[in-house]
């Protein structure tokens, strides 16, 4: 099947295959080509270029692009979209002046998603968090990785990482799945952080590396959550089942986190609200992500990620959503490169960088995700007419979104 698309106002992201990621001076720069076309063959982007080189292809389908822009589809390195119910209430709470903490600590938060995921069948979640991922492709994004984390029980994490698997062979988007059991202390085990470690190593770990439910492995690395100590003794752990560590840290506080991602080699580390000195200077030179989630700092009002200080300093930056019930019940990409550009000031070719090519080194699959490059998924966002690229973050409430396509079939 070919696919040619014709007219188009301007080509993002056009990249070499050789590009698997941009840092510091170099995510000021997006390439692109304008009226281009792009021919997709068999679910892959196999040609591209100026209208006025266009070659002589006899196409099932042909779109005209006339006045639109054409990107790479969002890759979304970190959500937790299999979850049940929402936590609506408290958001509320927040509202009436409670803390995300004191509500965590009077057993809301994680262990209240926990629970509600406890009571809900696996048939249940699963319609629940296709709906999302449905939403989330409709906005563009083209890839996503899910955590799991609302289960806490080995049976429970079981089930997320197993609706996972499912999504992923239903659904033509790409999903990369990591295993976060270290996301909280279940309340039983609140003095007898052993005991859940053990669980996690002796019968989580095991059991999910023998279905192979997984591909990363997470913690969230933070103060009354879990140590660095017992964090390094996860990821460990992780890797020795053949899971690559993507850890949640610096939300809250600079504890050491950082330090701990880059002696374990982590594919990522997320969030970062609260960056020293340090922090930056450990992830120079070494081949972990950071990633910021901006919705996330929006909708609890805590700091954004430093993102100038960090491109600054030459490192690179992916964006993504953090969609889950507590802290981001949003998925929309477009949103996340918008706040990148309003809150943490920057520009929006950085930000398109950061969500689509350095979005996918997050996630481990920029070799084929990510860019417009000859061989890479035809995972396209094809705009409505937009007067330049810059409508995508000023225009932040609109949808600009016109076709979405994904492994080379319009989705929407
Ligand atoms: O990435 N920070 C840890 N985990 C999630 C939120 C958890 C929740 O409140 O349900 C996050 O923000
Ligand atoms: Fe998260």
New binding site residues.
Partial sequence: MTTLIINIKELLQVRDSSILKVSGAEMAILPTIKNAYLVIQNGLISDFGSMKDLPNVDPEKCIDADGKMVLPSWCDS?T?IVYAGN?EQEFVDRINGLT?EEIANRGG??LN?AKKLNETTEDEIYDQSKARLEEVMRLGTGAVEIKS??GLTVEGELKILRVIQKLSQNYPITIRATFLGA?AFPLEFKENHKGYIDLIINEMLPEIAKNKLADYIDA?C?TSYFTVEETEQIMEAGIRFGLKPKM?VN?FNSIGGIQAGVKYKALSVD?LEIMNAEDIEVLKNTETMPVA?PS?SYFLSIPYTPAREMIAAGLPLAIAT?Y?????PSGNMNFVVATACIKMKMTPEEAINAATINGAYAMGISQTHGSITVGKKANLIITKPIPSYYQLPYAFGSNLIDTVIIEGEIFT
């Fill in positions: 970190h937790h936590r995300y938060g994680i998603s984390g609302y996301h969230f933070e949640h939300q969030h989630l996330c953090d889950n019930p507590g802290s981001t």
